[in-house]
């Protein structure tokens, strides 16, 4: 649909709004018609009930969520603000180029951490303490080697991803390549923060999850994105993210230490 509007029809920039509006309408309205009607699902579309108490449960728990949305449009202001200042138009290019690939590594922690959630909820719900401890132990292990190879797959590609995105300017694929660099290190130590603020959420405890996820995303990238550039410069924003989610790392493992008897994981 893209390809009719922008190129077909010349539509340009509008094209591009026009197709996505229709996108998200015909994925409302299929599924709507779908279970309005008899069908051979078990859902059904239904008079609604209200039960405030569990929505505002739910709603609670979800606090983790609301604020890594929120506070990563925020951070993104507060980065963009210092390269402008320390690097000009290329310092943004290169965070840019950053932000591309970024959550694709990411993506991977977070996958995993979303996908073992109703399994960690389903366990905490049963009481099954045993199993618990099991998964708990298991994906320290997963998230821990994960992070070992997705670090060494960043660092390793840091070059080939630069070239493809800014090969037209030497100066800015430079910069690019060491920035990807740089931010790759923070793939050793986000996983474990992610993982934890989803683990927390899967416990039912949104304040414990919100913590974490405050802590990783707000707290101390907006503490370090103002001070570490002061003593290395343009690299200090790079090594911004690394140094937020190791710092956020101590609250995690003290969350952790701090909430085990209570949920009997370790």
Same mark, same amino acid.
């Given at each position: 649909?893209?390809?009719?509007?922008?190129?077909?029809?010349?539509?340009?920039?509008? *094209?591009?709004?026009?197709?996505?509006?229709?996108?998200?309408?015909?994925?409302?309205?299929?599924?709507?018609?779908? /279970?309005?009607?008899?069908?051979?699902?078990?859902?059904?579309?239904? $008079?609604?009930?209200?039960?405030?108490?569990?929505?505002?449960?739910?709603? =609670?728990? *979800?606090?983790?969520?609301?604020?890594?949305?929120?506070?990563?449009?925020?951070?993104?202001?507060? /980065?963009?603000?210092?390269?402008?200042?320390?690097?000009?138009?290329?310092?943004?290019?290169? +965070?840019?180029?950053?932000?591309?690939?970024? +959550?694709?590594?990411?993506?991977?922690?977070?996958?995993?951490?979303?996908?073992?959630?109703?399994?960690?909820?389903?366990? %905490? @719900?049963?009481?099954?303490?045993?199993?618990?401890?099991?998964?708990?132990?298991?994906? !320290?292990?997963?998230? @821990?080697?994960?992070?070992?190879?997705?670090?060494?797959?960043?660092?390793?590609?840091?070059?080939?991803?630069?070239?493809? +995105?800014?090969?037209?300017?030497?100066?800015?694929?430079?910069?690019?390549?060491?920035?990807?660099?740089? /931010?790759?290190?923070?793939?050793?130590?986000?996983?474990?923060?992610?993982?934890?603020?989803?683990?927390?959420?899967?416990?039912?405890? *949104?304040?414990?999850?919100?913590?974490?996820?405050?802590?990783? =995303?707000?707290?101390?990238?907006? !503490?370090?994105?103002? =001070?570490?550039?002061?003593?290395?410069?343009?690299?200090?924003?790079?090594?911004?993210?690394?140094?937020?989610?190791?710092?956020?790392?101590?609250? =995690?493992?003290?969350?952790?230490?701090?909430? $085990?008897? $209570? +949920? %009997?994981?370790?």
């Amino acid at each position: 649909m893209n390809a009719l509007f922008i190129i077909v029809l010349g539509w340009g920039l509008a *094209g591009a709004a026009i197709s996505t509006v229709i996108g998200q309408v015909i994925a409302a309205v299929v599924p709507l018609v779908y /279970y309005a009607r008899e069908n051979d699902s078990l859902l059904r579309i239904i $008079r609604p009930v209200f039960p405030f108490r569990a929505i505002l449960k739910v709603c =609670t728990n *979800g606090i983790s969520e609301l604020m890594t949305t929120i506070s990563s449009s925020f951070v993104s202001v507060l /980065y963009n603000l210092q390269l402008i200042r320390l690097a000009g138009e290329d310092g943004v290019a290169a +965070y840019g180029v950053i932000m591309y690939v970024y +959550y694709i590594f990411f993506a991977v922690f977070l996958g995993y951490s979303l996908g073992i959630a109703p399994v960690i909820g389903y366990n %905490h @719900g049963a009481k099954n303490s045993p199993e618990l401890k099991n998964i708990f132990r298991k994906s !320290l292990k997963v998230v @821990g080697v994960s992070s070992i190879g997705i670090t060494l797959l960043a660092v390793a590609l840091a070059g080939p991803i630069a070239w493809i +995105y800014v090969r037209y300017d030497a100066a800015l694929f430079e910069l690019s390549r060491r920035a990807f660099l740089l /931010y790759s290190l923070s793939f050793l130590i986000c996983g474990f923060n992610i993982f934890g603020s989803a683990f927390f959420t899967a416990l039912n405890n *949104g304040l414990i999850s919100a913590i974490i996820s405050f802590s990783r =995303t707000l707290l101390f990238q907006t !503490l370090v994105i103002f =001070t570490l550039p002061v003593f290395w410069g343009i690299d200090g924003v790079w090594l911004s993210v690394s140094t937020a989610e190791f710092l956020a790392l101590f609250v =995690t493992v003290s969350l952790f230490i701090f909430m $085990r008897k $209570r +949920y %009997h994981y370790v």
